[in-house]
Nanobody
Framework: QVQLVESGGGLVQAGGSLRLSCAAS????????MYWYRQAPGKQRELVAG???????NYADSVKGRFTISRDNAKNAVYLQMNSLKPEDTAGYYC???????????WGQGTQVTVSS
């Protein structure tokens, strides 16, 4: 079983930056894709960004050009650099990792990001 621990959330003013980190530990074998999701109060959880084992990335239209996802395979970690933050980016941010054979998924506990106007 894989445990995920996120960090880096906090309170920031609009236009500011934050860097989220997610570290995986436990019975890790063959991490495949890694994702960041977010969920605002009263809204469904949405995909923010993803990165494959080959380093291919994808982003939600709302964060393209502002957020950058990266990973460190040696550390089993994934990061989300968030720049030019907007109040609408306020949400709980969750790390999701796909790993193993057969494929399994694990979720972190989430880290809160609050952007003030």
């Amino acid at each position: 079983q894989v445990q995920l621990v996120e960090s880096g959330g906090g309170l920031v003013q609009a236009g500011g930056s934050l860097r989220l980190s997610c570290a995986a530990s436990g019975s890790i074998y063959g991490i495949n894709a890694m994702y960041w999701y977010r969920q605002a109060p009263g809204k469904q959880r949405e995909l923010v960004a993803g990165i494959t084992s080959d380093g291919d990335t994808n982003y939600a239209d709302s964060v393209k050009g502002r957020f950058t996802i990266s990973r460190d395979n040696a550390k089993n970690a994934v990061y989300l650099q968030m720049n030019s933050l907007k109040p609408e980016d306020t949400a709980g941010y969750y790390c999701n990792v796909i790993y193993g054979v057969p494929l399994r998924a694990s979720w972190g506990q989430g880290t809160q990001v609050t952007v003030s106007s």
